[in-house]
């Protein structure tokens, strides 16, 4: 992991070549291939943060994007699909040279697993159009379902050669499948060319958090249970299923958010600082968190259920199927040994945030006496860190209020990236990770020992579900949240 990006949006008149020179662009020409290229994620994050790269001047220098799906699509269709898609979610307009160049790299060869022949003859043309041997890489923007005959598709047609492939989540959905996963990519990929992504890991503020702790004096001292009471993890969303009741009744708001981004965050709140911020190193040390994580506790964990959901399209009208998680997770070492964490997220709930909150413990003298009208019964003495893009970090803390008499008043001292520097943040989520990946930068990726125990810890709750709970739409979750983090509380919504 190094510094090196500058803004996408950058206004200057420098040329693309002179940018993908100075920003570090993979010198390796590639062929990308986006399977699952008409889905729902294709259209609202890859395309459009290829295109965001490709102006940005961080693609090679030689490319080409094939899309892949099982419908048929020409060339041509496929660039229009490209550029409706990047009109509609991209911050670029496909317009200008840019564009042009972008959408000329762009071709479409279908495939099945049963008949892999129009994608082979796509990557052949592409390959021939750069010239050499331009490396490979697959991303899997499919169902997990997919994941493993397409795998196998690339190692039967030997397209797997001189490949690296992008497996989306969720991976695995157990022990079992994800061991099973593993074998499977492990018969035909060595782990190196291997890249389990969470885009939650490839937004900046989550980096941030690496360079919080480990760049400053001013934080670690504290990071540990001599001085932090509890953690929580908190990723409300406002939006329901968004008419993929297929996907979610399946997967379900554990599997698709706890498992596969909330826990990696923990990761890196937790982990021990790394001897180097290497792709081994790292993932070493958040690894050696989930090994240190108790299994779940069910007791200690609430499913949730919004009310409308089984009338949902395509939703079963009996549904057990989770849209909201609270659940305490203990990490038992000498660091975390008795702090809880505790993880939200949720459906239809009351804001869309990605924080994380460190709570302080209490002086152990109370010098000042509580002014019940300025402060809350507990007052409040967090760190807080949003980590949803552009991100800010925050520290409350009690300070006294201008006047003569000795009183308290909750204060905060806030970081946001747009004061401290000319950008808010350079890249999406799965901009970094698709850039990192090209480079073959594993760091930010999740490694297949870490999926499988985090799925490992996962078994008790897996195995014995809880009843779910109802919870109003635009609410913060079933009643009983407060039960779960009692004595502590939610800092949101009331902390802003
Ligand atoms: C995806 C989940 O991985 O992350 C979605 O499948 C969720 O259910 C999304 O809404 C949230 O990510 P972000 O960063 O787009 O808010």
Redesign the pocket.
């Known amino acids: 992991m190094s510094v090196r990006y500058a803004a996408p949006g950058s206004r200057t008149r420098e040329s693309v070549t002179a940018r993908r020179e100075r920003n570090g662009a993979p010198r390796e020409d590639h062929v990308i291939v986006l399977f699952g290229a008409t889905g729902d994620l294709a259209k609202r994050e890859l395309l459009p943060g290829l295109f965001s790269l490709a102006k940005a001047g961080l693609l090679p220098a030689r490319y080409r994007i094939v899309g892949s799906a099982r419908s048929t699509l020409t060339d041509d269709e496929f660039r229009q699909h490209a550029r409706d898609a990047v009109a509609e979610f991209g911050l670029a307009e496909p317009t200008g040279e840019a564009w042009h160049e972008f959408a000329e790299s762009l071709s479409f060869g279908s495939a099945v697993p049963t008949d892999p022949q129009p994608l082979l003859d796509a990557v052949t043309a592409a390959e021939k159009a750069i010239g050499g041997h331009p490396r490979r890489l697959f991303h899997l923007a499919v169902p997990p379902r997919g994941f493993t005959p397409t795998i196998g598709m690339l190692g039967d047609t030997g397209l797997a050669s001189n490949a690296r492939v992008i497996v989306e989540?969720p991976f695995g959905t157990d022990l079992a499948s994800a061991r099973a996963l593993n074998e499977t990519i492990h018969a035909i990929f060595d782990e190196s060319q291997v890249f389990r992504i969470d885009?939650?890991l490839g937004k900046e503020s989550v980096d941030n958090i690496l360079a919080l702790r480990f760049a400053n004096g001013l934080f670690e001292p504290i990071w540990n249970r001599d001085h932090i009471s509890h953690v929580q993890i908190d990723v409300p969303?406002t939006?329901g299923i968004e008419g993929r009741a297929g996907f979610f009744e399946e997967t379900g708001t554990f599997r698709?958010?706890i498992v596969?981004?909330l826990l990696q965050v923990l990761g890196f709140v937790a982990m021990e600082p790394p001897t180097s911020l290497a792709a081994k190193q790292l993932r070493d040390e958040t690894t050696k968190v989930f090994e240190a994580m108790s299994p779940l506790d069910v007791t200690s964990v609430v499913r949730g259920q919004y009310l409308g959901y089984r009338d949902e399209p395509g939703v079963d009208p009996a549904s057990q199927t989770e849209t909201f998680i609270a659940a305490r997770v203990e990490v038992d070492n000498w660091r975390w040994s008795g702090v809880p964490f505790y993880l939200r997220s949720g459906k239809s709930l009351g804001q869309?945030r990605?924080v994380v909150t460190l709570g302080l413990k209490q002086p152990v003298m109370r010098m000042f006496a509580l002014d019940p009208e300025t402060t809350n019964v507990t007052p409040s003495n967090e760190l807080v860190i949003e980590f949803?893009d552009p991100g800010w970090i925050a520290a409350r803390f009690l300070a006294k209020m201008p006047g003569a008499a000795m009183r308290l008043g909750e204060a905060t001292m806030t970081f946001r990236y747009a004061d401290s520097f000319c950008t808010q943040y350079a890249l999406a989520?799965y901009e970094r990770l698709i850039l990192d990946a090209m480079l073959g930068d594993q760091s930010l990726f999740t490694r297949a020992d870490g999926i499988e125990r985090l799925w490992e810890v996962s078994a008790p709750l897996l195995d014995d579900p809880p009843p779910v709970e109802p919870y109003a739409p635009g609410s913060w979750g079933p009643d009983s949240i407060h039960r779960l983090i009692s004595p502590h509380r939610w800092y949101l919504p009331d902390g802003r």
Do not use: N, P, S
């Open positions: 989540k885009h939650f969303e939006i698709d958010m596969t981004h869309k990605q949803d989520g």
